[in-house]
């Protein structure tokens, strides 16, 4: 895949470092676990509509919060196009896709201050409640709040165009502050096998191949992320557990962070799920695990989405938290964990894919599966 010019898109406004305190206040609503209650009657702004001036901004982001959790709790999944239209999904993926597809494949984050921080999220498959609190919990995005997204946002969970779409959103709004990069789950052979490309169908009906078609392309424009795992064993190997990849060892995480003048490798795409297969690693119970730790650095596995997955019997869930992290100057290399619980309880709603068969943890994938996304 050749590579991207940088994104010449300007931001004219951006909110203050601190949290803004009425999304604050107002998105405490998804903050369940924490004992409020979901709201109860349809916010204001249905069906949402894209600004006329094609500007979004911190209320916008607001009420499409708040519209989005209200209708997961509340109105069947074929009511979405009720509360965000066709047309809006357009506009929006349109002008994320501008964004994305002007992004070099390995983006690079230098523009910050003593203030600055970056927080680092890992996969979220579609728990939009979850990603609802991360956000919340970690401060929302701001001039001096960057957010780095790992990938993996649809996929097993429910709500992946939800999570999708906010994200995208963020994205739009601040651009040089929101990096979105691209999972395994963000191809066409994932999505067909794990329930985005179903639950776009349910949700956008006669306009969901439309829609799907549109949602493969705005991720082909998303930054690479690797998909090598990582091993104890020294060197390169064969990654024999999930069929592609390859799997490296502390070895090899020293020679690239001493190569690269790195001091952190920061990865995702394992849930406990995953983790459990491999003995020679930590398990995922808390979000993350620092799978080699050298001298020059470490090389850490993020995961950011709690109670994963989402459809298993509640005996076959492993219970996991999520996780993410946070880093701040001067050198940003100390990485601050912060994990979280799921937040309860869910809404009740149906799978879009068939999880008792499908395949676990992504295994037994084969290279030739992976087509291209047309």
Request: charged residues 25%; contains cysteine; hydrophobic residues 35%.
């Amino acid at each position: 895949m050749p590579n991207k010019k940088e994104s010449d898109t300007t931001v004219s406004s951006l909110p203050s470092d601190e949290s803004n305190p009425t999304i604050s206040s107002t998105i405490a609503s998804t903050e369940h676990s924490k004992g409020n209650k979901p709201l109860s009657s349809a916010p204001v702004q249905i069906p949402i509509s894209y600004p006329e001036d094609g500007m979004l901004t911190v209320e916008w982001i607001q009420d499409l919060t708040l519209t989005f959790d209200w209708s997961s709790r509340n109105l069947p999944p074929s009511e979405f196009p009720s509360v965000f239209p066709v047309d809006v999904f357009d506009t929006l993926v349109l002008t994320a896709s501008k964004i994305l597809h002007k992004e070099p494949n390995c983006v690079v984050i230098d523009d910050f201050d003593q203030d600055s921080r970056v927080v680092v999220v890992g996969d979220v498959h579609g728990q939009l409640h979850d990603v609802l609190f991360l956000l919340r919990d970690a401060g929302f995005p701001s001039k001096n709040c960057f957010f780095v997204f790992n990938g993996d946002y649809v996929d097993r969970g429910a709500w992946g165009l939800e999570t999708f779409l906010l994200l995208l959103a963020w994205k739009v709004f601040l651009p040089h502050r929101v990096y979105l990069l691209r999972g395994n789950h963000e191809s066409k052979y994932c999505t067909s096998v794990y329930g985005f490309e179903k639950e776009v169908m349910a949700k956008y009906g006669d306009k969901g191949k439309h829609a799907y078609r549109k949602c493969l392309g705005c991720f082909e424009g998303l930054p690479l992320a690797s998909l090598i795992d990582p091993s104890m064993k020294l060197g390169l190997s064969e990654n024999t557990e999930r069929g592609i990849g390859l799997l490296w060892g502390p070895d090899s995480t020293e020679e690239f962070l001493k190569k690269f003048s790195l001091k952190l490798i920061i990865r995702s795409h394992e849930g406990p799920d995953a983790r459990q297969k491999r003995p020679d690693l930590a398990g995922m119970d808390n979000g993350y695990t620092i799978d080699h730790d050298v001298e020059s650095g470490m090389c850490i596995t993020l995961f950011s989405a709690p109670d994963y997955p989402q459809f298993q019997a509640t005996e076959e869930r492993f219970r996991n938290k999520g996780a993410y992290i946070v880093l701040k100057p001067p050198k940003f290399d100390i990485p601050d964990f912060n994990v979280f619980e799921a937040v309860t309880p869910r809404p009740d709603v149906n799978p879009f894919y068939d999880f008792k068969n499908a395949i676990d943890s992504d295994e037994e994938l084969e290279l030739a599966s992976m087509g291209p996304s047309t």
